[in-house]
């Protein structure tokens, strides 16, 4: 499966490589080497918690640079009217009759409880392309579901806070 990645993921996961390459795999490489020169290594902990740590993250940068190759480009570009990749949305949930503010973005960015949601999810799904005032059913199964009401979409410029997801 191809994750769908706005350009500014795709430079956010190169800053990172950039990061783990210059700055973590030193680090890491000397401790690996001090833990290593305090001898027998068959009872030696902080070398194998060391070596696990390198490992980690070298498994990190190999995993951000395949997701940066099979990605697709996707747009943060939707009309000014409609829920588009990067918008800030309050939705009115009907049943509960609260509303909630969330930010479209994608899978790799997703954190709902911060409220940030991707638009693969049911609610991102649902919304994405519509414009204020809509009443949308939100789908989470077959035959089961939910109604929001658009209630605002707010243009969010990117200030690059919110992270990426680690796996």
């Known amino acids: 499966m191809k994750h769908q990645l706005t350009p500014n993921d795709i430079k956010k996961m190169e800053e990172e490589i950039e990061h783990r390459k210059l700055v973590m795999r030193p680090e890491l490489i000397e401790a690996v080497k001090e833990a ?3 001898g027998d290594l068959s009872e030696n902990f902080e070398y194998y918690a060391a ?3 390198k490992n980690r993250n070298e498994g990190r940068i190999r995993y951000l640079d395949r997701m940066i190759r099979t990605a697709e480009i996707v747009s943060v570009e939707s009309h000014e009217d409609e829920a588009g990749m990067d ?3 309050e939705l009115f949930f009907e049943e ?3 509303t909630e503010t969330y930010r479209l973005v994608t899978t790799v960015r997703e954190d709902p409880m911060k409220g940030l949601i991707s638009v693969e999810s049911p609610i991102g799904k649902a919304v994405f392309g519509h414009k204020e005032g809509d009443r949308v059913y939100v789908e989470i199964a077959k035959d ?3 109604h929001v009401q658009i209630k605002k979409i707010i243009k969010t410029v990117d200030e690059g806070t ?3 997801r680690s796996f």
């Open 144 to 146: 089961q579901g939910f």
């Open 51 to 53: 070596k696990r740590e």
């Open 162 to 164: 919110d992270r990426l």
């Open 96 to 98: 509960e009759g609260e």
């Open 87 to 89: 918008n800030t949305l």
């Open 36 to 38: 290593r020169a305090q």
